[in-house]
């Protein structure tokens, strides 16, 4: 397993693109479904999400006509939105490199929570059950972005880590087959990976989060910028449901990935974040998506956490954000620091 894992950080870190990733987006499961109801999608944020992903992407005018590439039926409606003929004779529309991973909210967790499939011990029935159960329940809700994603124009491919080889050790990464990521990138498409129930060499099996895979593919794959879209605007000092909670619209990482409160300026420099994790979240909350982007600072690469559907989230995956940040602007942005 040891050569195994050598040989797969070697294919990672040769991995070279000829268009480098622009921006690598999280789709957080807080904010794409309703996370207090079962397999339950927010269909509206999804579209808007999926609209200002489209305008992101694409580089020039944004007024022509969408055409979905979704052309299987959708639910309440008797016809495909587009079919073969709209797309003769359209030009090439020419975009930035995306990766787009998501989280699992409604879908996955409470299957994994139940039978403690994130605990390991694949040999017990149970778990056994539900490590079956939470790959059916976030492969549907990967479908679901992946169509709407489609239905926005974006050549949107499902990649789930289990079926794509990556498995971890003691919960950490021990192997993630990129090629394939790499491959459909180079062909243009936007690869779409998800949070997923994996093997683990100890454990049996685990949960692999989906921030876990962002900073992974932003070690290997060196994107300009990574953000973060979330259900708040934000990272706050304590619980956002505090109405004293104070928005943190900086925070510095330093060489060896500590990380401190840039913006605002409070009376005690060392204040820490405090975080709150619902029961049924397998994946660790805020505080694990604050060190896994604080892990993706240390290597130069600005990341930020915004509410999605919103002005900011555009702005923030539009690239507008680099330099000092726009007053205006609502969300956290977390840099790497010489200081």
């Given at each position: 397993?040891?050569?195994?894992?050598?040989?797969?950080?070697?294919?990672?870190?040769?991995?070279?693109l000829?268009?480098?990733?622009?921006?690598?987006?999280?789709l957080?499961?807080?904010?794409?479904?309703?996370?207090?109801?079962l397999?339950?999608i927010?269909?509206?944020n999804?579209?808007?999400?999926s609209?200002?992903?489209?305008?992101?992407?694409?580089?020039?005018?944004n007024?022509?006509?969408?055409?979905?590439?979704?052309?299987?039926k959708?639910?309440?409606?008797?016809?495909?939105?587009?079919?073969?003929s709209?797309?003769?004779d359209?030009?090439?529309?020419?975009?930035s490199?995306?990766?787009?991973?998501?989280?699992?909210?409604?879908?996955?967790?409470?299957?994994?929570?139940?039978?403690?499939?994130?605990?390991?011990?694949?040999?017990q029935?149970l778990?056994?059950?539900?490590?079956v159960?939470?790959?059916?329940?976030?492969?549907?809700?990967?479908?679901?972005i992946?169509?709407?994603?489609?239905r926005?124009?974006?050549?949107?491919i499902?990649m789930?880590?289990?079926?794509c080889?990556?498995?971890?050790?003691?919960?950490?990464?021990?192997?993630?087959?990129?090629?394939?990521?790499?491959?459909?990138i180079?062909?243009?498409?936007?690869?779409?990976?998800?949070?997923?129930?994996?093997?683990?060499?100890?454990?049996?099996c685990?949960?692999?989060s989906?921030?876990?895979?962002i900073?992974?593919?932003?070690a290997?794959?060196?994107p300009?910028?990574?953000?973060?879209?979330t259900?708040?605007?934000?990272v706050y000092?304590?619980?956002?449901?505090?109405?004293n909670?104070?928005?943190?619209?900086?925070?510095?990482?330093?060489?060896?990935?500590?990380?401190s409160?840039e913006?605002?300026?409070?009376?005690?420099?060392?204040?820490?974040v405090?975080?709150?994790?619902a029961?049924?979240?397998?994946?660790?909350?805020?505080?694990?998506k604050?060190?896994?982007?604080?892990?993706?600072?240390?290597?130069?690469?600005?990341v930020?956490?915004?509410?999605?559907?919103?002005?900011?989230?555009f702005?923030?995956?539009?690239?507008?954000?680099?330099?000092?940040?726009?007053?205006?602007?609502?969300?956290?942005?977390?840099?790497?620091s010489?200081?």
């Amino acid at each position: 397993m040891e050569v195994s894992n050598t040989k797969q950080q070697h294919q990672s870190a040769s991995i070279s693109l000829t268009k480098p990733v622009r921006c690598i987006v999280k789709l957080g499961g807080a904010a794409i479904t309703c996370k207090n109801e079962l397999e339950t999608i927010n269909e509206e944020n999804l579209k808007t999400v999926s609209s200002q992903l489209r305008q992101s992407m694409t580089t020039g005018s944004n007024s022509g006509e969408v055409l979905g590439m979704d052309w299987s039926k959708q639910p309440g409606e008797s016809e495909i939105s587009s079919t073969l003929s709209d797309f003769e004779d359209r030009p090439v529309v020419d975009s930035s490199p995306f990766i787009v991973v998501h989280g699992a909210g409604s879908f996955g967790h409470f299957q994994a929570s139940k039978s403690g499939v994130h605990k390991g011990g694949l040999y017990q029935p149970l778990v056994k059950a539900g490590f079956v159960a939470t790959r059916i329940s976030v492969t549907k809700l990967n479908l679901e972005i992946v169509r709407a994603l489609a239905r926005e124009g974006i050549p949107s491919i499902g990649m789930s880590p289990f079926s794509c080889g990556w498995s971890t050790r003691e919960r950490n990464i021990a192997s993630a087959d990129l090629s394939a990521v790499a491959k459909a990138i180079e062909s243009g498409l936007v690869p779409v990976l998800h949070g997923d129930a994996v093997l683990d060499d100890l454990l049996d099996c685990t949960i692999l989060s989906g921030d876990a895979i962002i900073s992974h593919l932003a070690a290997h794959l060196k994107p300009e910028y990574v953000v973060f879209l979330t259900d708040v605007s934000g990272v706050y000092d304590r619980p956002p449901s505090d109405p004293n909670a104070v928005l943190l619209r900086e925070i510095a990482v330093a060489k060896d990935g500590s990380w401190s409160i840039e913006k605002p300026t409070f009376q005690n420099k060392n204040k820490q974040v405090e975080t709150s994790v619902a029961a049924h979240d397998t994946t660790g909350g805020m505080l694990t998506k604050i060190s896994e982007a604080a892990a993706i600072a240390k290597l130069g690469i600005d990341v930020y956490i915004v509410k999605a559907a919103t002005s900011h989230a555009f702005k923030a995956f539009s690239g507008e954000l680099k330099g000092n940040l726009p007053e205006d602007w609502l969300g956290t942005a977390i840099r790497f620091s010489n200081k």
